[in-house]
C-alpha cells in the first residue's frame, strides 16, 4: 500500500465549478499535509499547508485534513481555466527527512 | 533571482552512457533535493542534503551519486544509465536544515535512455 493515495482523473469540470480533490493517508505519524500544483511540463510550486487537523483557506481555495479518517482534501471554488493542473498532495511528518508525495491528479476546467 | 534552475532540459543518453545533471539556486537555501517523477507514482525523493556537504539516500537511491557542491549548488549523476532511469528529473531546494513542508522546484529535466 503506498503511503499516500491519490485518484489521478482526469477530472474535467466547466468554469465556475466547486472542484474537490482528495488523498488517502497511512502513517499517522504524519503532521504536515501540503497541496503542490503542477503545470503542464513545469516544476511543482506549494499551493498551500496545513499543520494537524482542521481546515485553512486562501482565496478560491480551502485545505481540509481529516486525522481521524487520515484524509486530505482540497476544495475550489469558481474554478477557472487558469486552475487547469496536476495537483499534488504530499505529506511530511516532523522529525522526518522525507516528503512524501501522491501520484498527482489532473483538472481540466473548460471555458 | 532566479529560483532553481536546472540543465539540461532535455537529455537523451544510450544505455550505459553516464551523465551529471546539474542544480543551482540563488535563495540562500540550506536544504536540496533530487526527485524523479514517473507516470502514476508521483515524485518520488532519489537523495537530500540538509547542508553543504551533508548527503543522505532517498526512497530511490540506486543507480544514482550526488554532490553537493556547495550551499548552492547540487549534482546528481548516472554512472550507467539505464532505460528504466528514463524520467523527469526534479531539484529542489528548502529554507531549513532539514525537510521543510515549502519546498522550490526547478523546471526538470527530460531524460530519456534508449
Known amino acids: 500500500q503506498k503511503e499516500v493515495e491519490q485518484d489521478p482523473g482526469p477530472l474535467s469540470v466547466p468554469e465556475g465549478a466547486i472542484v474537490s480533490l482528495n488523498c488517502t493517508y497511512s502513517n499517522s505519524a504524519f503532521q504536515y499535509f501540503m497541496w503542490y500544483r503542477q503545470y503542464s511540463r513545469k516544476g511543482p510550486e506549494l499551493l498551500m499547508y496545513?499543520?494537524?487537523?482542521g481546515n485553512k483557506e486562501d482565496g478560491r481555495f480551502t485545505a481540509q485534513v481529516d486525522k481521524s479518517s487520515k484524509y486530505i482534501s482540497l476544495f475550489i471554488r469558481d474554478s477557472q481555466p487558469s486552475d487547469s493542473a496536476t495537483y499534488l498532495c504530499a505529506t511530511l511528518n516532523t522529525g522526518g527527512f522525507k516528503t512524501i508525495f501522491g501520484a498527482g491528479t489532473r483538472l481540466f476546467v473548460k471555458a | 533571482n532566479a529560483g532553481v534552475t536546472q540543465t539540461p532540459k532535455f537529455q537523451v543518453l544510450k544505455t550505459g552512457q553516464s551523465m551529471t545533471l546539474q542544480c543551482a539556486q540563488d535563495?540562500?537555501?540550506?536544504?536540496m533535493y533530487w526527485y524523479r517523477q514517473d507516470p502514476g507514482m508521483g515524485l518520488r525523493l532519489i537523495y537530500y542534503s540538509a547542508s553543504e556537504g551533508t548527503t543522505d539516500k532517498g526512497e530511490v537511491p540506486n543507480g544514482y551519486n550526488v554532490s553537493r557542491l556547495n550551499k548552492r549548488e547540487f549534482s546528481l549523476r548516472l554512472e550507467s544509465a539505464a532505460p528504466s532511469q528514463t524520467s523527469v528529473y526534479f531539484c529542489a531546494s528548502s529554507r531549513d536544515r532539514g525537510v521543510s513542508y515549502e519546498q522550490y522546484f526547478g523546471p526538470g529535466t527530460r531524460l530519456t535512455v534508449t
Open positions: 496545513t499543520y494537524s487537523s
Open positions: 535563495m540562500n537555501h540550506n536544504s
